[in-house]
Structures are given as structure tokens and as C-alpha cells.
């Protein structure tokens, strides 16, 4: 079935280290994934994306991997600041769906100052 | 920058009673999605609407649940005899796309936290 695996659940990174997010998904057939940012109490709200004719996407110090051999793609942040603080959602679309989009289980990062 | 809006914010409703939340999609989207996020959990999947007919609706969405566009620019998600389990928060979404099929940014409403007594 349609599903996507996030990890880890929790992650705690000195202010101006990197982070990484990994995740997987079940089926070969995707073909564009988003990752949410979501601050306590508040929306998703969409800071980058990817479709699967690229590899990899990088918008300021937010970069996203794409690997469909091995079918997971990761989230880089760079050079965190506290601001950065929030849960991050992964998420799928996959070729069996018209739209619908399938998250992953979140990771709460906190970045240490 | 446009925005999805949702309304009411937060929603108390005594359990068995009926209750109805409110989306207004950004204007020139033309899918239309409900989620549902339990405290602590993840964002789960309820339904989509494309051409005033559900594309695809997940196991959560059963015959307790149905959305309607009322109008040019509304969508509802109503929940006929609320359980329970129904208290989360719900989000309204929208997208571009064309010819039923989307892979485009969905955009999320601020959600209505639904408290079931």
C-alpha cells in the first residue's frame, strides 16, 4: 500500500549545525514530494519540493534529495537557527492517486542555542 | 499572498450532534482537500474534490462524513453525528492542476480544532 516512513521522530542539533530528515516510501510509482514545516498550533506550510525527473532541489540553506532507485528522499537544513524550531513533515503523491498526498509520521526538531 | 481561510477557529460540539467547517480555497484553485491532524500525530488524509465530485476519499472519510461547495468560492466538510474520536484539528487545503489530476503545492488553511464533549 501506499505509505511513507520518516526519521527520526525527534532531532536536537546545535544552532549553526545542519540537520538531515530521511524518508522512504513504499511504491516505485511517485512522483512528487513536499516537505511541510509546522510550527506549534499552526498550518503546514510547504517549504520546498520535489518532483522525481530531479534529483536534487535547494532553496537558501533548505536542500532536498531525491534518490528513486533506493526510493527515499532527505532534507537538509544548513546553518540552523532557532527559528528553525518546528515539526517537519515529509509526504508523497504517488502515481495511483489523483491527488492526495500521504505525510510521513513528522519530526519535532529543536535546534539548541 | 493569497491564503486558504477557515472558520470558526475552534469548534466545541456535544457528541451525536451534527457540525459543519468552513473553507474558502484560493481563488483559482481548483482541488480542494480536508485532512485531519490528531494531537501530537500526523496529518492524515480525508478527502479531495475536483469538478464538484469527490476524487478520492480515504477510510476516515466514511458515511458519517460529506463536503459540498455551496457556492463559487465555499467548501464545507460536515460530520452528521459526531463521535468522540472525531476531536482533532482539521485542515482545508487547496491546489492547482488540470484534467483530474494534481501534482501541484497544496496549500493549507490555519485549521479548526473540533472538541467533542
Known amino acids: 500500500g501506499e505509505n511513507v516512513e520518516q526519521h527520526p521522530s525527534t532531532l536536537s542539533v546545535q544552532e549553526g549545525d545542519s540537520a538531515v530528515i530521511k524518508c522512504t516510501y513504499s511504491?516505485?510509482?511517485?512522483?512528487?514530494f513536499p516537505w511541510y514545516k509546522q510550527e506549534l498550533g499552526k498550518r503546514p506550510q510547504l517549504i520546498i519540493d520535489?518532483?522525481?525527473?530531479?534529483g536534487e532541489k535547494k532553496d537558501q540553506r533548505i536542500a532536498v534529495t531525491l534518490n528513486k532507485t533506493a526510493k527515499h528522499f532527505s532534507l537538509h537544513i544548513t546553518e540552523t537557527q532557532p527559528e528553525d524550531s518546528a515539526v517537519y513533515f515529509c509526504a508523497a503523491k504517488f502515481d495511483s492517486s489523483a491527488s492526495k498526498i500521504i505525510f510521513g509520521s513528522g519530526t519535532r526538531l529543536s535546534i539548541r542555542p | 499572498e493569497p491564503e486558504v481561510t477557515q472558520t470558526p477557529s475552534h469548534q466545541v460540539t456535544q457528541m451525536g450532534q451534527e457540525v459543519i467547517l468552513r473553507c474558502v480555497p484560493i481563488?483559482?484553485?481548483?482541488?480542494f482537500y480536508w485532512y485531519r491532524q490528531i494531537l501530537g500525530q500526523k496529518v492524515e488524509f480525508l478527502v479531495s474534490?475536483?469538478?464538484?465530485?469527490?476524487?478520492?476519499k480515504s477510510e476516515i472519510f466514511d458515511d458519517q462524513f460529506s463536503v459540498e461547495r455551496p457556492d463559487g468560492s465555499n467548501f464545507t466538510l460536515k460530520i452528521r453525528s459526531t463521535k468522540l474520536e472525531d476531536s482533532a484539528m482539521y485542515f482545508c487545503?487547496?491546489?492547482?492542476?488540470?484534467?483530474?489530476?494534481?501534482?501541484?503545492?497544496?496549500?493549507f488553511g490555519d485549521g479548526t480544532r473540533l472538541s467533542i464533549l
Open positions: 481563488s483559482n484553485h481548483l482541488y
Open positions: 487545503a487547496s491546489s492547482e492542476g488540470q484534467g483530474g489530476i494534481s501534482n501541484q503545492p497544496q496549500h
Open positions: 474534490f475536483y469538478n464538484n465530485e469527490i476524487s478520492e
Open positions: 520535489i518532483r522525481s525527473n530531479v
Open positions: 511504491d516505485s510509482a511517485s512522483n512528487y
